[in-house]
């Protein structure tokens, strides 16, 4: 289901035809970017290859009628404040060598897990979370405070660790299964790639980056963290070819040999690393004809809905920043078996509602609402039937949200007045845009942690390599070319 | 080049990768990760600047050797020289 765009330039015209580089990175989201900037900062001359007209791969932008929409990007997991020791951001901003200002967080107001018989309500600051479940589960809170040990001292980044299950250790600590659903709505929508169940050293990466640090953007969105990258990059003198993907690559028994790209040229290097995916680089490889890796390819995917309307949402008594909410207490997260949208749980985002300098705030107000998807169902429509089911759980979606936000006292079609405009994106688009196969926004379930393949000079990084999020994807750029790149030898 | 401006170059290069740190009152016998934040990336780094700006080459088994300003300078000095 590739799609390589018609291109009637002839390979002697494109000016990478017959180059070389060191490296190339195939993909210009977080991870290739990154992988970027420490080629650059290693003196090490390499190329960025994107297939779509921008950056950001999962986490995107795009304008329609000028109105500016993220894709991705609810909040920035892993926040922590200026001068913060030791946590990922510091040491990703580090590595890239990027100011902490650069990236103009702005911390959250207040984020919460909604569920119909309890609500807890977290910050940036983690004592008041863990007061929260004090206070509505207080039988088990000694439980939860052990756990916050084990996940503070937990090697999650190991590269060798064995898959366990989270729901069964969670059991170690509590017995009631609302606090484990609890739990686990909020971790496993930011980042699992499996159902209803998650390693639990990416269990522990989340919670880490959701509870223990925190949440923040910037008030132009996904946008300035981009535009920091890619500004890094070129002023290292990283070359990026927009709008040029690879279609193929050339390869023996051992090694990587060469790279097709879209426009018919060809380009050498010594090592490729690849954002696509696994088994999307595998496929241009032409090796993806087995069993395990079929079984390993991502399905877990969502629809989001956009609103932009006149108010700020905080003037409609909607104070959240991010709401993560499920429709009884038991939380399944599973692709859903017959509809195209499950809306019994999912998230809604409100990016205004951000501590953004001096007042400032985002133009109109965003109402975002996720919800997860059924891939299959919605590759298969035709055009017709696509635009309505959009239409049909948009406002499905729309109505969930306005039952779990604080009430309006006004109707679904009122609310709809206020409304300037609105947009959807379903499984296609995200396939469309980032060449996912599947759509799938976490990735393949059996990360590849190590990001070999069995090429020789071919490595992955990115969503299937293993670490989360954004900052998560940034950090899997960094150290899968410090590992491959600038450690081991040529 | 002396040890003590081979231990200056390396403090230069911390100052540039770890803008944040206090590089002003290091001990030189101490190991420098026992007084700064800094983790394997950043020897990596140390060892990416001495090479880039020095033409020094550290070999992955030799990064030991760059625990301290002490060893540093015991090390890099006769490769500075060379």
């Given at each position: 289901m590739t799609q390589i765009p018609e291109n009637k330039v002839s390979p002697r015209d494109s000016?990478?035809?017959?180059k070389h580089f060191d490296c190339v990175i195939i993909g210009a989201g977080m991870a290739g970017l990154a992988s970027g900037i420490r080629l650059g900062l290693a003196g090490k001359e390499s190329i960025i290859l994107e297939r779509?007209?921008?950056?950001?791969?999962?986490?995107s932008f795009y304008s329609i009628d000028g109105h500016k929409y993220d894709v991705g990007l609810h909040a920035l997991t892993n926040y922590v404040p200026?001068?913060?020791?030791?946590?990922p951001l510091t040491k990703l901003l580090r590595q890239l060598r990027?100011?902490?200002?650069?990236?103009e967080l702005s911390p959250q107001l207040q984020s919460k897990i909604h569920f119909p018989s309890c609500q807890l309500i977290f910050n940036n600051d983690f004592s008041y979370f863990e007061s929260q479940v004090a206070e509505q589960f207080p039988n088990e809170i000694d439980g939860f405070c052990r756990l916050v040990e084990t996940i503070k001292n937990?090697?999650?980044?190991?590269?060798?660790a064995p898959s366990t299950s989270t729901r069964e250790i969670l059991k170690q600590y509590f017995k009631n299964p609302l606090l484990e659903s609890m739990l686990l709505c909020p971790t496993m929508y930011y980042?699992?790639?499996?159902?209803?169940d998650m390693d639990f050293s990416q269990f522990v990466i989340m919670f880490r980056s959701l509870f223990l640090e925190g949440f923040a953007r910037p008030l132009n969105g996904v946008r300035t963290i981009i535009k920091a990258l890619q500004d890094k990059y070129r002023s290292l003198g990283g070359t990026r070819k927009m709008r040029c993907g690879v279609a193929k690559i050339i390869c023996d028994e051992q090694r990587a040999q060469k790279l097709l790209l879209d426009d018919g040229s060809e380009i050498t290097a010594n090592k490729i690393i690849s954002t696509a995916g696994y088994t999307e680089t595998l496929r241009l490889c032409n090796n993806d004809k087995n069993q395990e890796l079929e079984n390993n390819i991502g399905k877990l995917t969502f629809t989001e809905t956009i609103t932009l309307f006149k108010e700020q949402p905080k003037n409609l008594?909607?104070?959240?920043?991010i709401i993560f909410f499920n429709d009884s207490d038991h939380f399944r997260y599973e692709?859903?078996?017959?509809?195209?949208?499950?809306?019994?749980s999912g998230v809604i985002c409100l990016p205004n509602n951000y501590a953004y300098p001096n007042e400032e705030n985002l133009e109109y107000g965003i109402l975002r609402i996720t919800a997860l998807a059924h891939t299959h169902k919605w590759f298969t429509l035709d055009e017709t039937s696509y635009q309505e089911a959009k239409q049909h759980w948009y406002t499905i979606l729309q109505k969930t949200a306005l039952s779990i936000l604080?009430?309006?006292?006004?109707?679904q079609a009122e609310f709809a007045s206020r409304t300037i405009a609105k947009d959807m994106f379903t499984p296609r688009t995200v396939h469309k845009f980032t060449g996912h196969i599947n759509g799938a926004?976490?990735?393949?379930?059996?990360?590849?942690?190590?990001?070999?393949?069995?090429?020789?000079n071919l490595f992955i990084a990115g969503t299937d390599q293993g670490f989360l999020g954004i900052i998560g994807a940034m950090l899997s750029g960094i150290s899968m070319t410090n590992l491959h790149c600038l450690q081991s030898k040529e | 080049m002396t040890e003590e401006q081979v231990k200056q170059i390396v403090i230069d290069i911390i100052n540039e990768i770890?803008?944040?740190?206090?590089?002003?009152?290091?001990?030189?016998?101490?190991n420098l990760r026992d007084q700064m934040d800094l983790d394997s990336m950043d020897f990596l780094d140390i060892v990416m600047e001495l090479r880039k700006q020095h033409g020094i080459e550290v070999p992955?088994?030799?990064?030991?050797?760059?625990?301290?300003l002490d060893s540093c300078a015991d090390y890099l000095t006769p490769k500075f020289n060379a």
């Open positions: 000016k990478l035809h017959g779509h007209n921008a950056s950001g791969g999962l986490n200026k001068g913060t020791k030791g946590s990027i100011p902490y200002d650069a990236l937990y090697d999650a980044f190991s590269l060798n980042g699992s790639s499996t159902e209803n008594g909607w104070e959240d920043t692709a859903p078996s017959s509809n195209l949208v499950d809306p019994q604080p009430s309006l006292n006004e109707s926004i976490y990735g393949c379930p059996n990360k590849i942690k190590d990001g070999r393949t069995h090429l020789d | 770890a803008p944040d740190e206090d590089t002003s009152n290091l001990k030189s016998e101490v992955e088994e030799d990064y030991p050797k760059l625990a301290s």
